[in-house]
């Protein structure tokens, strides 16, 4: 079976930094491009980051220069590195597979306080 666990989250002041992880489970995970989700109070899930096999990476407009999505291939993990934190940040993170979608885990809660 497929699984992703997420974990990290938590309370944080604005400006302020956490590390999220995503351990995957039941994949090939070296193959995959896997990427970060997030999904706000009120809001449709939106893409936040991603990496591909080859290391290279892209990120959503109101994250870039902020956050930096790097991969452990040997312990099946994608990590979310956030700083500078703004309350607009605060959400549910996910990771999933970029282009093969796999089902989503429990996601963890980010919330950044003004």
């Known amino acids: 079976q497929v699984q992703l666990v997420e974990s990290g989250g938590g309370l944080v002041q604005a400006g302020g930094s956490l590390r999220l992880s995503c351990l995957a489970s039941?994949?090939?995970?070296?193959?995959?491009?896997m990427g970060w989700y997030r999904q706000a109070p009120g809001n449709e899930r939106e893409w936040v980051a991603s990496?591909?096999?080859?290391?290279?990476?892209n990120y959503a407009d109101s994250v870039k220069g902020r956050f930096t999505i790097s991969r452990d291939n040997a312990r099946n993990t994608v990590s979310l590195q956030m700083s500078s934190l703004k309350p607009e940040d605060t959400a549910v993170y996910y990771c999933?597979?970029?282009?093969?979608?796999?089902?989503w885990g429990k996601g963890t809660l980010v919330t950044v306080s003004s």
């Open positions: 999933n597979s970029r282009f093969v979608v796999m089902n």
């Open positions: 039941g994949i090939r995970f070296s193959i995959h491009d």
């Open positions: 990496i591909h096999s080859d290391g290279s990476t």
